[in-house]
């Protein structure tokens, strides 16, 4: 049972280039979303989606792109890195908003 | 705002003594649930306990217990006879209409 994949676990970006964070999770939820992890700021909403076809915007969204094509996949993308987007980013998913939230593995990015 | 507080950055617990980490949090939403999340230096989101708002017990889970205090919006979890495993990151976790609203986050050192 995989849970919840992210890839990468590690990347380093320089400024203005663009890429895409994929999630996969095989537990059918309906919920997904996008975090990142800041020192000293807990984790905070990027993106999310409440099933495919449908996204919306988080407490930070400035900056990235998601779609959701499949229950399965959400995919982050940054469309032109800068170095505030360094940074950890997890993404998750869970059957409800009141279930346990399932996250991947992490990434951390560096831009330079 | 709807914010989680975790007043507490870092706190060190002897190995098998007792430690209580605090969490208050702000809501207009009556219908929510609370988690505490664990995050060891693997970078893994793992949950440790769960309460669901419109509940007055307060969960446990083996040695991980809460002191939820609906009307005070205060939410600790304690955590007995505290193991060297138990060295960790915790958050603190509130549901919203569609994410989870995450505390900044409380380090726990456990000394043998």
């Known amino acids: 049972n995989a849970g919840v994949t992210q890839t990468p676990k590690f990347q380093v970006l320089k400024t203005g280039q663009s890429m895409t964070l994929q999630c996969a999770q095989d537990m059918n939820h309906e919920y997904m979303s996008w975090y990142r992890q800041d020192p000293g700021m807990g984790l905070r909403l990027i993106h999310y989606?409440?099933?495919?076809?449908?996204?919306d915007q988080g407490e930070v969204p400035n900056g990235y792109n998601v779609s959701r094509s499949t229950t399965e996949d959400f995919p982050l993308r940054l469309l032109s890195a800068a170095p505030s987007q360094t940074s950890v980013y997890f993404c998750?998913?869970?059957?409800?908003?009141?279930?346990?939230?399932?996250f991947g593995q992490g990434t951390r990015l560096t831009v330079v | 705002a709807q914010t989680v507080t975790q007043s507490q950055p870092e706190m060190s617990v002897q190995e098998a003594e007792t430690v209580t980490l605090s969490c208050t949090y702000d809501?207009?939403?009556?219908?929510?649930?609370l988690f505490w999340y664990k995050q060891p230096p693997s970078r893994q989101m793992i949950l440790v306990i769960r309460q669901e708002a419109y509940k007055q017990q307060n969960a446990t889970e083996n040695r991980f217990s809460v002191n939820f205090q609906k009307a005070a919006k205060s939410f600790s979890l304690k955590i007995s006879d505290s193991q060297l495993g138990d060295a960790a990151m915790y958050f603190c976790?509130?549901?919203?209409?569609?994410?989870?609203?995450f505390g900044t986050g409380t380090r726990l050192t456990v000394i043998p």
């Open positions: 976790v509130r549901t919203g209409a569609n994410n989870l609203f």
């Open positions: 998750a998913s869970s059957y409800l908003r009141s279930t346990e939230a399932f």
């Open positions: 989606s409440v099933g495919a076809g449908i996204t």
């Open positions: 809501t207009s939403e009556s219908d929510y649930y």
